[in-house]
């Protein structure tokens, strides 16, 4: 299999640099939570503006942003 | 006159010059050349002097088999470099040159810089040159090109020269080029036999290592993730002034919490329950040795490591200061600080500052704990420069002279006020700080970084205004870039390298294309060498193993290890690695082959398309019109149309960054003539409004 994002080779969908940044950005989505009221997807775009986020973590978003609003996910919390 | 011929060989030109000119008695020192080689002939003693230098290394380690395709190699030897190194031709007039005037003479005088690369220069001089002039050669050993000095070396010359290190030397080049040419090699050809391309791959014992620590903080810096955090400022009105007030807590986590606080505290009175006054000395800096020269250069002047090495390099062979590439921390007695603090009076800008240290009785420098057997910490010789110096070279001159004087210096006092305000069961700190007692930053002046913060006389009880109570949204950071300057660091941190390699293997990495920027950035490629070797052949470009190495060539030098058993071990550590390598040769080539093609398609990406959100652009080429044009990478899914047009002259570059004004990434044109400018390729960019306007 290959990482839908940059090609490497990888056992899921994403290679294990990619899922990595994936892991941070779950792990990261609980913090923001307990810092104030946001949802996956406002949490997602917040993390896609944000100068300080890094690039991986960004090409993931980016991807799961797209996926996440293609099915209009009715409640983040079945998405985590 | 039964006077003999005595040939002594130094390291540079201008180190051969200026010893000619100290030694020399009688009649004017004569500068001669031979093959277009300068040389010097001067008399001292009845003797006539031929004193000529090399030109660094003359000789380098080679493999036998020189076929490029073939490894592993073992068989290794010392061959002139005009021989096997391109842009060398040099050498071979050097080498001639030193071996025919070597006929002449009866006695043979090593007097390189007194350190591993000085002693393995004059080794294999002596030994290749000279026709095996080695073991009967004797020795100068100095600190500083001062006339003095040179002389008083000339008359206590070492019996012999410095076998042992001359060993741990030679041992360094000729392990760093098994691993470099073998690894290097493995690589190179596993690239070729799959793409049928060739690309040279380069790495090394230490390279390796180094590429890893920035591969380590690229993956951190790229997967981070920011998380919100608040801080909360109170603005305090005393005596008509303003002055900051920070929150007791120094970061926030959940928004709610930050937003009551500002809203308990807006409008209150606050009354000050505490106040804190500390009194800190802090004591004069040590002296400087050539890491802690090159990072104080960097915070000041952003001079890269290899730079400052370079200006200090010519500042010690205009005898100006002492040899830079030491690693001491100490200034002995020896030295003459009076002697060097009143010849540098005669410079007026030193005048009051020495004459202050010089008033004092005892003169005790403030040492580091860092020591050198071959030379003391960097120190001026006192000598003013005979002429103008270039700015950097003034500048770093300054430094060195005064971090010299601040050595002697006092401690500093400096006292820091924390002034706490209670407002409506908060607490906020107001600080302030100060300098009380100049003490050794009076030397040290222009290159001190501290700016005092004063407070009103306040006292316990008073009650002030609260103006305004502001709350500050803010993210975590990811760790920072490194820099050349912190990365030559993190390398003498891990005991990697030596002080006279590490700022060439950082410019190394740079000019493999691996790394790029001033914050460095890894490269795609950079990248994947590390993934790579780290997949098939961890052990070698771990920093434990090559600490190991280090050290045990640092026991060949004090003389409890030898060259043939600690490189017999490095050979068996890496025959395994090879086979390994060779075996994996498909796979190898084939992530390799891959990484190359990336990295000459990420040289052409601009950035993210901002049109589709999902495709690349990058910068192509038309094949009917062959003009440049910026398009989407969607564009060949038949997804996104997007393109812009580009400047058909000059060079273009992705410059990583983005416009300030719309956002989209930049790009920086160089053309012949033209400063570089960056280049915003979107219409709608106000950047353009504005130009069209006006
Ligand atoms: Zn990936
Ligand atoms: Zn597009
Ligand atoms: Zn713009």
């Known amino acids: 299999m290959k990482c839908e994002i ?15 940044a994936q ?58 | 006159m039964d006077g003999r011929t005595i040939l002594i060989l130094c390291e540079k030109p201008d180190a051969a010059a200026r010893l000619a000119k100290a030694l020399n ?33 003359l000789y380098t380690i080679a493999p036998k088999i020189e076929d490029r395709d073939v490894y592993p190699v073992f068989d290794f030897y010392w061959a002139p470099r005009y021989e096997v190194e391109r842009n060398s031709g040099q050498t071979r007039k050097w080498i001639e040159a030193i071996s025919r005037l070597s006929k002449d003479a009866q006695e043979y005088v090593l007097a390189t810089d007194y350190d591993i690369e000085g002693a393995t220069i004059g080794y294999t001089v002596l030994k290749y040159a000279c026709g095996g002039k080695d073991t009967e050669a004797k020795r100068m050993k100095f600190s500083t090109l001062t006339a003095d000095e040179l002389r008083k070396s000339y008359e206590k010359m070492l019996p012999h020269i410095e076998f042992s290190t001359a060993e741990a030397g030679m041992c360094r080049h000729l392990v760093d080029a098994i691993y470099g040419i073998n690894l290097s090699r493995a690589m190179t050809t596993a690239a070729k036999r799959w793409s049928g391309k060739y690309t040279t791959i380069s790495t090394g014992r230490v390279q390796g290592p180094t590429l890893k620590f920035l591969v380590e903080r690229e993956k951190e810096i790229n997967t981070f993730v920011p998380t919100p955090y608040w801080t909360v400022k109170a603005l305090i009105e005393i005596g008509g002034s303003t002055y900051e007030a920070e929150y007791e807590k ?13 809203h308990a505290c807006a409008g209150k009175i606050g009354t000050i329950t505490k106040i804190d006054v500390r009194k800190t000395r802090q004591n004069p800096p040590t002296p400087f040795d050539l890491s802690s020269l090159q ?18 390099e010519r500042l010690y062979l205009e005898a100006l200061i002492s040899y830079p590439r030491t690693s001491s921390q100490k200034l002995p007695p020896a030295i ?5 603090l009143e010849a540098l009076s005669r410079q007026p800008a030193y005048k009051d500052l020495t004459s202050d240290l010089l008033e004092r009785g005892d003169l005790v420098p403030n040492e580091g704990p860092k020591r050198d057997p071959a030379h003391p910490a960097i120190y001026p010789t006192g000598n003013l420069p005979e002429r103008t110096l270039s700015d950097p070279e003034r500048r770093l001159w300054d430094l060195i002279v005064r971090r010299f004087m601040a050595v002697f210096g ?26 009380l ?20 006389q306040l006292e316990e009880g008073d009650e002030v205004r609260v103006k305004r109570v502001i709350r500050e949204d803010k993210f975590t950071k990811p760790p920072p870039r490194y820099n050349p300057s912190s990365l030559l660091k993190k390398m003498e941190k891990e005991g990697i390298g030596t002080k006279a390699t590490r700022a060439d293997i950082i410019e190394t990495l740079y000019s493999r294309g691996y790394i790029s920027g001033e914050s460095i950035a890894v490269s795609y490629l950079g990248f994947d060498v590390v993934e790579i070797l780290d997949g098939y052949c961890p052990q070698i470009i771990s920093v434990e193993f090559t600490r190991d190495l280090e050290e045990k060539m640092e026991m060949i030098q004090s003389g409890s290890e030898k060259m043939e058993r600690v490189v017999g071990k490095a050979v068996e550590y890496l025959k395994p690695v090879l086979e390994e390598l060779k075996n994996r040769e498909r796979e190898i080539g084939k992530a390799l082959s891959e990484s190359i093609r990336k990295a000459r398609m990420e040289e052409r990406t601009v950035g993210q398309c901002p049109v589709c959100g999902t495709g690349k652009l990058v910068i192509l080429r038309s094949r009917r019109t062959k003009k440049r044009f910026i398009g989407c990478t969607n564009f060949f899914e038949g997804i996104c149309k997007t393109s812009f047009p580009l400047p058909q002259k000059g060079s273009l570059k992705p410059l990583r960054k983005d416009c300030k004004l719309c956002g989209w990434p930049l790009i920086q044109v160089r053309s012949r003539g033209r400063r570089p400018w960056n280049l915003c390729f979107n219409p709608e960019c106000p950047s353009k409004e504005r130009s069209k306007r006006s």
Request: glycine content about 6%.
């Open chain 2, 295 to 312: 990072t104080e250069a960097y915070g000041l002047f952003r001079y890269t490591p290899r730079r400052t090495s370079n200006i200090a």
């Open chain 1, 23 to 80: 892991e941070n950005l779950r792990e990261k989505y609980e913090e923001w939570k307990r810092a104030m009221d946001i949802t996956w997807e406002e949490y997602l775009r917040e993390v896609l503006k944000n100068p300080l986020t890094g690039l991986w973590v960004k090409e993931v978003a980016r991807i799961l942003l797209a996926s996440s609003e293609e099915k209009e996910a009715p409640s983040m919390q079945e998405k985590v």
């Open chain 2, 336 to 340: 003459g600080y009076r002697g060097i």
């Open chain 2, 410 to 435: 006092e401690p500093a006092v400096r006292q820091s006020v924390k002034v706490a305000i209670e407002i409506d069961g908060h607490r906020f700190y107001l600080r302030g700080r100060q300098i």
């Open chain 1, 6 to 20: 940059c090609g490497r080779r990888a056992e899921s969908r994403f290679c294990e640099l990619h899922k990595r």
């Open chain 2, 25 to 57: 008695e009688a009649g004017k020192v004569r500068e001669r050349k031979l093959k277009g080689v300068p040389y010097y002939e001067a008399s001292r003693d009845g003797n006539k002097l031929i004193v000529i230098s090399a030109l660094g290394h």
């Open chain 2, 250 to 262: 120094k970061s926030i986590g959940i928004l709610e919490e930050a937003n009551s606080i500002v």
């Open chain 2, 437 to 456: 007692k100049e003490g050794w930053m009076r030397f040290y002046k222009p290159y001190v970084r501290f700016e005092d913060v004063l407070l009103p």
